[in-house]
């Protein structure tokens, strides 16, 4: 049962727990979801902010190179060379984006190099590389204007190196003459700086990459331009598979190639992707994606954190609500426990068994009922045990009336001649010894005649009166022989009742002789008289022998007697209890061994009471 009890309270405990826990995730997911779509938001557009920088960076650098008069100067008539050289190496040593600075004639040949702060040009043995048949000066072959174009974000490619170098970006102007073109002026930038300066998030954090969208160059739709991993990127040149489809998923790819901006779960929802979108060129079939992508384990650390707590806490919760529930269902238990146990033994009938037990409130009232219960129970077999003692006395009784009237009637001949003779003889031979007793026997056998003779006669056909019970009783006491050392004292007050008055004597006389017989050879009988409520109440107390159990038990069996047979009979209180019961009363006896006998009679109804 407390077993079953506490699983029930763990049970409880844990499912509250659960729910409240599960509340409380889904409530911090969300708070966390919306804090990830506005870092998101916050780390795009600093990084596009960057990025449109960077591009209006190197508008500003090589406009200003190209407004420079030296260099129309150079081109005009090939005087100036140093001057731009120096000006080149300047622009080199203090704008670290700067990757090359090239002069390049109308026919697409580099007049003045300068790469990586050296100066090509300027080396001996230096050819002039022709790149006309370059893809980034192409578009600027075409130009009608002077206007800045930028080339394809990629990887360089050295001529004279067979590996590719670190990516960058070309920006291209031509110079115009009456819609002629003279020659270009070409800077490199270092692509990476670009890369570098979004990806300013912590490893744990995420990453950032930049892919291109290009619906002109299908070769370059989808690939890398930046990324953390750089075996990603420029799979166009790279000859790799790693393009946003197939890092990422059609459905980033599908997002990029028709939302400007978005957020998105990746990698089966563990991580967000946050992207928006640059038009370095100007043309919305060549757009750039910077994305972000925010590492889920990182984002729901703080969630995950609490996870661990909440299971810790689940746990102790539940170990505790076990433990809890074991000493509450044992608390409680075990006084319910104790009052089955007690209701057990009162069912099997052994109604002096104590319910005992340390119980507090409800419970304590419960096993208050269940003691008084009991108590009331017991206290009505009793009175039934008694009532069929009493049935038991007045069947014995009345069977014997049946078998003392016919006794009576054979012996009272036999035993009047027994005397008769007793006189004839003592007559004609005078008194002896023997016929004393003779005679003496047999008038004793007319006594206990005489005696059954009233057991069984029916009182309730004699005539009854107004019985002064006071006076019948000092009128005993007047005749009673007893010894001086013996006091005899009664506390009498007028008390009538409707009875049949040799009968009631017959009962007063009786008690009286059992209590100082009881009391011999010397003590104390008390006689009281009184009422309570409407009955009168005879009361005779004895200081003298007493009776144990066994011997209350039978003191109204007829011919129960501990005395000898001289002295008494054993009818005395068999004819006190028929008399009283016809007369509608109820006798009782108490008693102690050695200490004394109460008798008590009542009788209900007293006119007097
Ligand atoms: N007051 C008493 N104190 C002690 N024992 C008593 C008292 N009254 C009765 N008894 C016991 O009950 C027995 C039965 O009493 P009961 O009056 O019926 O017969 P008895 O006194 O022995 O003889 P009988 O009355 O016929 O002369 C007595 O023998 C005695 O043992
Ligand atoms: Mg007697």
Same mark, same amino acid.
Request: aromatic share 8%; charged share 25%.
């Given at each position: 049962?407390?077993?079953?009890?506490?699983?029930?309270?763990?049970?409880?405990?844990?499912?509250?727990?659960?729910?409240?826990?599960?509340?409380?995730?889904?409530?911090? *997911?969300?708070?966390?979801?919306?804090?990830?779509? *506005?870092?998101?938001?916050?780390?795009?557009?600093?990084?596009?902010?960057?990025?449109?920088?960077?591009?209006?960076?190197?508008?500003? $650098?090589?406009?200003?190179?190209?407004?420079?008069?030296?260099?129309?100067?150079?081109?005009?008539?090939?005087?100036?060379?140093?001057?731009?050289?120096?000006?080149?190496?300047?622009?080199?040593?203090?704008?670290?984006?700067?990757?090359?600075?090239?002069?390049?004639?109308?026919?697409?040949?580099?007049?003045?190099?300068?790469?990586?702060?050296?100066?090509?040009?300027?080396?001996?043995?230096?050819?002039?590389?022709?790149?006309?048949?370059?893809?980034?000066?192409?578009?600027?072959?075409?130009?009608?204007?002077?206007?800045?174009?930028?080339?394809?974000?990629?990887?360089?490619?050295?001529?004279?190196?067979?590996?590719?170098?670190?990516?960058?970006?070309?920006?291209?102007?031509?110079?115009?003459?009456?819609?002629?073109?003279?020659?270009?002026?070409?800077?490199?930038?270092?692509?990476? *700086?670009?890369?570098?300066?979004?990806?300013?998030?912590?490893?744990?954090?995420?990453?950032?990459?930049?892919?291109?969208?290009?619906?002109?160059?299908?070769?370059?739709?989808?690939?890398?331009?930046?990324?953390?991993?750089? @075996?990603?990127?420029?799979?166009?040149?790279?000859?790799?598979?790693?393009?946003?489809?197939?890092?990422?998923?059609?459905?980033?790819?599908?997002?990029?190639?028709?939302?400007?901006?978005?957020?998105?779960?990746?990698?089966?929802?563990?991580?967000?992707?946050?992207?928006?979108?640059?038009?370095?060129?100007?043309?919305?079939?060549?757009?750039?994606?910077?994305?972000?992508?925010?590492?889920?384990?990182?984002?729901?650390?703080?969630?995950?954190?609490?996870?661990?707590?909440?299971?810790?806490?689940?746990?102790?919760?539940?170990?505790?609500?076990?433990?809890?529930?074991?000493?509450?269902?044992?608390?409680?238990?075990?006084?319910?426990?104790?009052?089955?146990?007690?209701?057990?033994?009162?069912?099997?009938?052994?109604?002096?068994?104590?319910?005992?037990?340390?119980?507090?409130?409800?419970?304590?009232?419960?096993?208050?009922?269940?003691?008084?219960?009991?108590?009331?129970?017991?206290?009505?077999?009793?009175?039934?045990?008694?009532?069929?003692?009493?049935?038991?006395?007045?069947?014995?009784?009345?069977?014997?009336?049946?078998?003392?009237?016919?006794?009576?009637?054979?012996?009272? @001949?036999?035993?009047?001649?027994?005397?008769?003779?007793?006189?004839?003889?003592?007559?004609?031979?005078?008194?002896?010894?023997?016929?004393?007793?003779?005679?003496?026997?047999?008038?004793?056998?007319?006594?206990?005649?005489?005696?059954?003779?009233?057991?069984?006669?029916?009182?309730?056909?004699?005539?009854?009166?107004?019985?002064?019970?006071?006076?019948?009783?000092?009128?005993?006491?007047?005749?009673?022989?007893?010894?001086?050392?013996?006091?005899?004292?009664?506390?009498?007050?007028? $008390?009538?009742?409707?009875?049949?008055?040799?009968?009631?004597?017959? $009962? $007063?006389?009786?008690?009286?002789?059992?209590?100082?017989?009881?009391?011999?050879?010397?003590?104390?009988?008390?006689?009281?008289?009184?009422?309570?409520?409407?009955?009168?109440?005879?009361?005779?107390?004895?200081?003298?022998?007493?009776?144990?159990?066994?011997?209350?038990?039978?003191?109204?069996?007829?011919?129960?007697?501990?005395?000898?047979?001289?002295?008494?009979?054993?009818?005395?209180?068999?004819?006190?209890? *028929?008399?009283? @019961?016809?007369?509608?009363?109820?006798?009782?006896?108490?008693?102690?061994?050695?200490?004394?006998? @109460?008798?008590?009679?009542?009788?209900?109804?007293?006119?007097?009471?």
């Amino acid at each position: 049962m407390s077993r079953k009890l506490a699983m029930w309270i763990s049970v409880l405990v844990a499912l509250v727990l659960l729910l409240s826990t599960g509340i409380y995730f889904a409530q911090s *997911r969300a708070v966390i979801e919306r804090e990830i779509g *506005r870092r998101a938001t916050e780390l795009l557009e600093a990084d596009r902010k960057t990025v449109a920088d960077f591009l209006y960076h190197m508008q500003s $650098v090589t406009f200003g190179l190209f407004h420079n008069p030296y260099l129309t100067m150079y081109l005009d008539s090939g005087e100036g060379k140093d001057e731009i050289e120096n000006l080149f190496m300047n622009y080199c040593a203090n704008i670290p984006e700067i990757q090359a600075l090239r002069v390049v004639d109308s026919d697409g040949v580099i007049r003045i190099f300068i790469r990586e702060c050296v100066n090509l040009t300027g080396e001996e043995g230096y050819e002039p590389i022709d790149i006309s048949d370059k893809e980034f000066m192409q578009p600027a072959f075409e130009l009608e204007e002077e206007s800045i174009i930028f080339s394809n974000f990629e990887r360089g490619h050295l001529p004279d190196a067979t590996s590719f170098c670190p990516s960058m970006l070309r920006a291209v102007i031509p110079f115009m003459e009456n819609g002629e073109k003279r020659g270009f002026l070409v800077v490199n930038f270092w692509g990476e *700086r670009i890369g570098a300066v979004i990806d300013k998030m912590r490893k744990e954090e995420g990453f950032s990459f930049i892919a291109e969208m290009n619906r002109k160059e299908p070769m370059r739709h989808g690939i890398f331009l930046f990324h953390r991993d750089k @075996t990603y990127e420029f799979a166009n040149q790279m000859e790799h598979n790693k393009r946003v489809i197939s890092v990422y998923g059609e459905d980033v790819m599908h997002a990029f190639e028709n939302n400007r901006n978005g957020l998105m779960k990746i990698n089966n929802g563990k991580d967000y992707l946050a992207f928006t979108t640059i038009s370095p060129y100007n043309d919305v079939r060549r757009q750039w994606k910077i994305a972000a992508v925010l590492n889920g384990d990182f984002i729901f650390r703080s969630l995950s954190g609490l996870k661990y707590n909440f299971i810790i806490v689940m746990a102790v919760s539940l170990f505790m609500s076990v433990i809890t529930a074991f000493i509450f269902s044992a608390r409680f238990l075990k006084p319910i426990g104790d009052i089955k146990y007690s209701l057990q033994q009162y069912g099997e009938g052994n109604l002096d068994h104590e319910l005992e037990g340390d119980f507090t409130d409800e419970l304590n009232d419960m096993a208050d009922s269940i003691r008084e219960m009991a108590s009331s129970l017991k206290h009505h077999i009793e009175g039934m045990k008694e009532s069929r003692r009493k049935m038991e006395i007045v069947d014995r009784l009345s069977s014997l009336s049946v078998l003392s009237a016919g006794i009576s009637h054979e012996l009272a @001949t036999p035993l009047n001649s027994i005397l008769v003779a007793c006189t004839l003889m003592e007559k004609e031979y005078g008194k002896s010894e023997e016929l004393t007793a003779v005679r003496a026997q047999a008038e004793r056998c007319v006594d206990i005649l005489s005696a059954m003779k009233r057991l069984m006669t029916d009182s309730s056909a004699q005539d009854k009166t107004n019985v002064n019970l006071r006076e019948t009783i000092e009128n005993i006491m007047r005749f009673l022989e007893v010894d001086a050392k013996i006091s005899l004292k009664a506390e009498l007050n007028d $008390v009538y009742i409707t009875a049949n008055e040799t009968l009631i004597s017959q $009962v $007063v006389l009786n008690i009286l002789i059992n209590a100082v017989d009881a009391v011999y050879p010397e003590g104390e009988v008390n006689i009281k008289l009184f009422c309570i409520d409407s009955s009168a109440v005879l009361e005779v107390s004895d200081t003298g022998r007493g009776m144990d159990e066994k011997e209350m038990e039978n003191i109204f069996d007829p011919f129960f007697t501990t005395k000898s047979p001289d002295k008494g009979t054993g009818l005395g209180l068999s004819i006190v209890h *028929r008399i009283v @019961t016809e007369h509608g009363g109820r006798i009782s006896v108490e008693s102690e061994k050695e200490r004394g006998t @109460t008798i008590r009679v009542e009788f209900d109804e007293s006119s007097s009471c």
